[in-house]
């Protein structure tokens, strides 16, 4: 079975500062794995995944995560936070990339402050 | 605009009453799940399908039914048997060459 640990359940930091939301899995195969954002009172919106190849992936509004299997992370970064980056960042992991449930970290508010 | 459409935003259930959430899809994804958020808790799986007239249990089913007699459509009825149902709940859909699951915007219960 699958399972997400997502370090902190609040995260604040300073408006250009980095932002940096951690995530560790645990899977028996090897692991596809997404982050996805959630804006108050709204649905999730995918911000990146990551699947084979490359182990640093980019995504929207300037979020990157990098995959280090050694260490079982894959941790969420952004250069400079911006104040539109406030909501709730969810961590997920799948065994597939066929139609099956993600299995979700608890999720980290990051609140930016100006 | 290809999406995923949940209804109602905001729902009352009282004591003993069942509800149905409705969630539609015109994104033609084969699979279709539902989640129940609650603060901290992150998304809990409550039932998903693959393809029409099939579903799983998810890993917090009881007191939640669902059908998907078509593939636009994954209605979620909240029984009475659910005790604690106040929460925030997700619908979402993926196809099968990505497994990227697509969100719609969600339906807050209530028990009045």
């Known amino acids: 079975a699958q399972s997400v640990t997502q370090l902190g359940s609040h995260v604040s930091v300073s408006e250009g500062a980095l932002v940096l939301l951690r995530c560790n899995y645990s899977s028996s195969v090897p692991p596809y794995l997404f982050w996805y954002v959630q804006y108050p009172n709204q649905g999730l919106q995918l911000l990146l995944k990551y699947t084979t190849g490359a182990t640093l992936v980019k995504g929207i509004n300037g979020f990157e995560a990098e995959f280090k299997k050694s260490e079982t992370s894959f941790h969420l970064t952004k250069p400079s936070a911006h104040m539109s980056d406030a909501a709730e960042y969810f961590c997920?992991?799948?065994?597939?990339?066929?139609?099956?449930?993600?299995?979700f970290g608890k999720g980290t508010r990051l609140s930016v402050i100006a | 605009d290809g999406g995923i459409t949940q209804s109602p935003k905001y729902l009352f259930r009282k004591e003993g009453q069942n509800v149905t959430l409705s969630c539609e899809q015109n994104?033609?994804?084969?699979?279709m799940y539902w989640y129940r958020q609650d603060p901290g808790q992150g998304l809990r799986l409550i039932y998903y399908s693959q393809i029409v007239n099939d579903f799983q249990k998810g890993d917090i089913a009881e007191g939640y039914s669902v059908s998907r007699e078509k593939k636009e459509s994954f209605p979620l009825t909240v029984t009475s048997a659910q005790k604690n149902p106040t929460a925030f709940y997700l619908c979402a859909s993926s196809t099968s060459s990505s497994n990227i699951q697509y969100f719609g915007a969600g339906t807050r219960l209530s028990v009045l």
């Open positions: 994104l033609n994804h084969d699979a």
């Open positions: 997920a992991v799948s065994v597939s990339l066929r139609n099956t449930p993600l299995v």
